[in-house]
Nanobody, 115 residues
Framework: QVQFVESGGGSVQPGGSLRLSCAVS????????MAWYRQTPGKQRDFVAA???????TYAESVKGRFTISGDNAENSVNLQMNSLKPEDTAIYYC?????????WGRGTQVTVSS
């Protein structure tokens, strides 16, 4: 059974950094189109960043230049380095994977940016 488990969330002051990780078990992350989404209460889940099996990355305009998505072969995980965090980055962050038309979601990790 394939599982995707997020970690690394927490509370940080504006301008700070966090590193999220999506650990993959039961398969290899590089087989999948992997992405991060985020959601705040009462709103839809929004795209943040993605990485393809060929290593092509894309970002939402709101996080370009501040967030970096990358794959870690040793850890079999996909990471999201978040720098220069802003209060509006506060959300639950979800790992998303897509392979052969099948979609997978992690349970999410909370990120709070507040002074």
């Amino acid at each position: 059974q394939v599982q995707f488990v997020e970690s690394g969330g927490g509370s940080v002051q504006p301008g700070g950094s966090l590193r999220l990780s999506c650990a993959v078990s039961g398969s290899t992350f590089s087989n999948y189109f992997m992405a991060w989404y985020r959601q705040t209460p009462g709103k839809q889940r929004d795209f943040v960043a993605a990485i393809t099996p060929h290593g092509i990355v894309t970002y939402a305009e709101s996080v370009k230049g501040r967030f970096t998505i990358s794959g870690d072969n040793a850890e079999n995980s996909v990471n999201l380095q978040m720098n220069s965090l802003k209060p509006e980055d506060t959300a639950i962050y979800y790992c998303h994977a897509l392979l052969g038309g099948r979609t997978y979601w992690g349970r999410g990790t909370q990120v709070t940016v507040s002074s």
